[in-house]
Nanobody
Framework: VQLQASGGGLVQAGGSLRLSCSASGGTFSMYTVAWFRQAPGKEREFVAAINWTGGSTYYANSVKGRFTTSRGNAKNTVTLQMNTLKPEDTAVYYC??????????????????????WGQGAQVTVSS
């Protein structure tokens, strides 16, 4: 499975953007899909994740209540809806996948080394 993130762009603070992560060469069935982001000069950090059924999600505290990740109707798309964006959300956003049938996500979901498949990044810029 190869991943492709799309939908980034420039938005004013308080605005919204939606990112999509698409799979090619397969589907996201039986994969946990996560979103990470990396701002200039900073470590790549966990943002959100959704399990293979879509029944469990996990969010970083910094985005909880503002971002929502969900599975699309097609089995090869996961989206990240980002609302009430802040300048500190500015980063390159990556989607990543881990072959897992976990029913409930937890803190372990946030570890980068869990994910073997990564998409190229999508730039999100939030102006103040």
């Amino acid at each position: 499975v190869q991943l492709q993130a799309s939908g980034g762009g420039l938005v004013q603070a308080g605005g919204s953007l939606r990112l999509s992560c698409s799979a090619s060469g397969g589907t996201f069935s039986m994969y946990t899909v996560a979103w990470f982001r990396q701002a200039p000069g900073k470590e790549r950090e966990f943002v959100a994740a959704i399990n293979w059924t879509g029944g469990s999600t996990y969010y970083a505290n910094s985005v909880k209540g503002r971002f929502t990740t969900s599975r699309g109707n097609a089995k090869n798309t996961v989206t990240l809806q980002m609302n009430t964006l802040k300048p500190e959300d500015t980063a390159v956003y990556y989607c990543a996948a881990d072959h897992s049938t976990a029913q409930k996500l937890g803190d372990w979901t946030t570890r980068r080394n869990k994910y073997r498949r990564w998409g190229q990044g999508a730039q999100v810029t939030v102006s103040s």
